[in-house]
């Protein structure tokens, strides 16, 4: 559409084919392959995602914190970007959400589910679910008296405010969500997901209304971790490594989320020390 309108136009249609932003594919933001990874995220496909969650029964999707740690939302950040620049229209879908659908599955584990994200029968989101007798155990048993990774973040997003969420910032989230959820790998569709197309938006976008805030990614936190702890000082070092070696200026940001969990360790130790 954009080659085309550029051939109509009097300017210079290599010219304007340039200056034409790119849209965030699925490839950008889930590990998906073939004809999916290069197609925009439309409006359709996001609303659709949204509407198979929430017919899940008892999964942590909760609307007002913007679709928790489910796939929907970042396809939801993506979709509203694509479409400010042009990329999709409104109501648009992509072929491949068209044709090859977009679901939901849930499989019986010991102790829960696993609920299994799909879009074009590829594999955008997964994560457990614990069964309600597991979860108030959970509850019961957990030490409410220390600061966790989720919170701590959750502090970064109060912190930041309305800064746009940049590179640095997205690293520091991955870093951190691996720690929370003690594995090297994130959730599709998790935090660090979400924080990596909110940096890839923000690179194109040319005003800073039109950019995502650290807050936009990082509030309710808790809620968008698939698993959480209490914030250590290993916890603090990885995530500050991980800032650090993504700024251009090899610094931590002020009230970011390294700040914030290093801050939450120091208070943490404090706590055991005086214990």
Same mark, same amino acid.
């Given at each position: ?5 550029? @051939? &109509? ?16 594919q ?9 004809? /999916? ?6 409006? &359709?496909? =996001? ?11 008892g ?17 939801e ?12 229209r409104?109501?648009?879908?992509s072929?491949?959400? @068209? ?7 849930q499989?019986?584990v ?16 997964q ?9 108030q155990?959970?509850?019961?048993e ?11 973040m ?5 912190s930041?405010?309305?800064?746009? /969420? ?8 991955? =870093? ?18 979400? *924080?990596?197309?909110? *940096?890839?938006?923000?690179a194109?976008?040319?005003r800073d209304?039109?950019k995502? @805030?650290?807050?936009d ?5 808790? @809620? ?7 914030a250590? &000082? ?7 490594q ?13 009230g970011?989320?390294? =700040? =914030?969990?290093?801050?939450?360790? &120091? /208070?943490n ?5 005086? *214990?």
């Amino acid at each position: 559409m954009a080659q085309a309108q550029a @051939t &109509r136009g009097s300017g210079d249609p290599m010219k304007a084919q340039q200056e034409q932003p790119e849209p965030i594919q699925y490839g950008h933001v889930f590990a998906v392959t073939g004809d /999916l990874a290069v197609q925009a995220i439309a409006p &359709r496909d =996001a609303e659709a995602m949204r509407t198979a969650e929430e017919s899940v029964q008892g999964v942590q999707v909760p609307q007002a914190s913007g679709g928790g740690f489910s796939a929907a939302v970042a396809m939801e950040t993506a979709a509203t970007y694509n479409q400010a620049v042009g990329a999709v229209r409104p109501g648009q879908a992509s072929d491949a959400a @068209t044709k090859q659908g977009i679901t939901v599955t849930q499989t019986a584990v010991p102790g829960g589910r696993i609920v299994t994200e799909f879009v074009a029968g590829q594999v955008v989101g997964q994560y457990s679910v614990a069964d309600q007798a597991m979860m108030q155990q959970q509850q019961v048993e957990e030490d409410t008296s220390k600061v966790t990774i989720g919170e701590a973040m959750e502090a970064a997003a109060l912190s930041a405010g309305d800064r746009p /969420l940049e590179e640095a910032d997205a690293a520091a989230i991955r =870093a951190a969500e691996t720690q929370a959820q003690g594995a090297d790998e994130v959730m599709p569709g998790g935090l660090a997901d979400q *924080a990596w197309a909110a *940096a890839s938006a923000n690179a194109w976008a040319e005003r800073d209304e039109d950019k995502i @805030t650290v807050s936009d990614v990082l509030s309710d936190a808790t @809620t968008k971790l698939a698993d959480d702890k209490p914030a250590e &000082r290993e916890d603090a070092a990885r995530v500050v490594q991980a800032e650090t070696y993504s700024d251009a200026g090899a610094r931590t940001k002020a009230g970011g989320v390294g =700040a =914030a969990i290093t801050t939450a360790a &120091r /208070l943490n130790q404090e706590d055991d020390d005086d *214990a």
